[in-house]
């Protein structure tokens, strides 16, 4: 014999199942979005650039650059303040890149491996030994900075050497130089904004400045002494 069911309790728990479906695949779709998410949020932390430990070799790399080409520019421009022969100058200029790329490295690592030691020190006050290992890897790395230095120092001395090498007019030569150490500044202004995430403008502008000021200064200086009357 059949049983009877009332009508409304069967609508009842057909909408009871209903609610309960819809329920369960919306709690599905909200996990899905959440690992979505978390994904896309992993993925974005990956992408990052840490700039910190960009700015171990990033400093040294500029600073190498720049000191090249100021240096030897600055050095090239105050030998053509007491002599017009273009042997000179490139002599000079050639000598100062090898002095100067060796003795950025050797201050590089020296100064790096002091402040790596006196870190690791502090770090080894403050916490556990399973931490300390760790730790170290954010730390500068002396012989990374060093050849950073350095390579970057003999780079940076380019410009100035090629741009002097093929002109034989001493007027025309000073005016390379300067004008080759300009545009140089101005690149390596931009290459350190970019890598360094800091504003272009300002960074070239202070790379700008320092290197006309070195290079007007040795030369004017160079130029008083041959006013003296000594004999070069």
Request: hydrophobic content about 50%; overall charge neutral; glycine content about 8%.
């Amino acid at each position: 014999m059949a049983s009877f069911v009332p009508s409304d309790m069967v609508s009842t728990n057909h909408n009871n199942g209903g609610v309960l479906v819809v329920a369960i695949n919306n709690k599905e779709e909200k996990e899905q979005q959440q690992q979505i998410m978390s994904e896309e949020k992993e993925e974005e932390e990956e992408k990052k650039i840490d700039y910190s430990q960009r700015a171990q070799w990033l400093r040294a790399g500029v600073m190498g650059a720049t000191d090249g080409l100021v240096s030897v520019a600055s050095l090239m421009m105050g030998v053509g303040a007491v002599r017009t022969d273009a042997k000179a100058m490139l002599l000079a200029g050639f000598a100062g890149s090898v002095a100067g790329g060796c003795s950025m490295a050797i201050g590089e690592f020296v100064s790096v491996y002091t402040q790596y030691e006196v870190e690791v020190a502090q770090i080894k006050n403050k916490t556990i030994c399973e931490d300390v290992q760790m730790v170290k890897k954010a730390l500068p790395n002396p012989l990374q900075a060093a050849l950073a230095s350095a390579s970057c120092y003999c780079l940076g001395a380019v410009p100035p050497l090629v741009g002097a090498a093929f002109i034989r007019d001493y007027r025309t030569r000073i005016m390379v130089v300067l004008a080759v150490a300009t545009l140089s500044l101005f690149v390596f202004g931009w290459i350190g904004s970019v890598l360094g995430n800091t504003p272009m403008l300002r960074s070239c502008a202070r790379l700008l400045l320092g290197g006309w000021m070195a290079m007007a200064i040795t030369f004017a200086l160079t130029k008083l002494f041959a006013f003296t009357g000594l004999q070069f």
